[in-house]
């Protein structure tokens, strides 16, 4: 999704985990009508930094919420469809990819990805970034990104990695989040074979919001399907 390091995620709210779950339209609507910019509007570092030495082609970037990740894949050559529950944030993406002369480009869909598969094999990148739903609805959508991948293509994933609960506020459901050897392992019990590029916790400095500066860690996957 657009901005550094925010994340959807589906389950309930923060402060009632039995409540309506988040990954739905009107939810997540109503969240970014709320601001006129919900995120940075700025790029992810992972997907810039995993990314940059790619050749372009066509990329899937799911939750793409304002289109921060997307419009930087566009304006490095990749032709993108950016993919979002919240037709509040899309129209902000388009009307963002016009005024940066990157609509040609890019192609906006408003979509449910619990309802949703892309077409398989159809994307030289597929990228989730800060995309956190429940282990079992996540493990049946990611199998769903990574099918989409073509052969010579890249999955990649970017996410709050489970150690950081101990560090700043995080939602009070652990299913939420998930490991790099998890996502590997659940690459290889899947169809196609991969060749696991980076699999990791990677450490940043981040804001905790009583004002200190901590630690914490992102899952980052990048993995090449092979065939």
């Known amino acids: 999704m657009s901005g550094a390091h925010e994340h959807h995620h589906a389950g309930g709210d923060a402060s009632d985990p039995a409540a309506t779950p988040l990954w739905d339209a009107a939810y997540w609507d109503e969240r970014y009508g709320a601001s006129e910019a919900l995120w940075s509007g700025h790029v992810n570092a992972i997907v810039r930094d995993e990314t940059g030495q790619l ?11 304002e289109g921060g990740d997307a419009l930087w894949l566009a304006g490095h050559g990749w032709e993108v469809v950016g993919a979002d529950v919240s037709r ?4 902000r993406a388009a009307s963002r990819a016009r005024e940066t002369g990157l609509d040609g480009r890019t192609t906006w ?9 892309p077409p ?3 994307y030289d990148l597929v990228c989730a970034a800060f995309m956190h739903l429940p282990t079992t609805e ?4 990611y199998a769903g990104l990574a099918a989409a991948v073509a052969p010579g293509g890249t999955f990649l994933v970017a996410a709050h990695h489970p150690s950081d609960r101990d560090v700043v506020p995080r939602p009070p459901q652990p299913d939420l989040f998930f490991t790099a050897e998890e996502l590997v392992a659940d690459l290889r019990d899947g169809p196609g074979s991969w060749e696991v590029v980076i699999a990791e ?5 981040a804001r905790h919001p009583d004002g200190h500066q901590v630690t914490v860690h992102d899952t980052v996957l990048r ?3 092979t065939s």
């Open 223 to 225: 993995a090449r399907r």
């Open 138 to 141: 996540r493990r049946e959508v």
């Open 201 to 205: 916790a990677r450490p940043r400095t």
């Open 55 to 65: 050749s372009p082609g066509r990329a899937l970037d799911v939750g793409c919420g």
């Open 120 to 122: 398989a094999g159809a």
């Open 88 to 91: 509040v944030a899309l129209d």
């Open 109 to 117: 869909e408003q979509r449910d990805l619990l309802a949703w598969t």
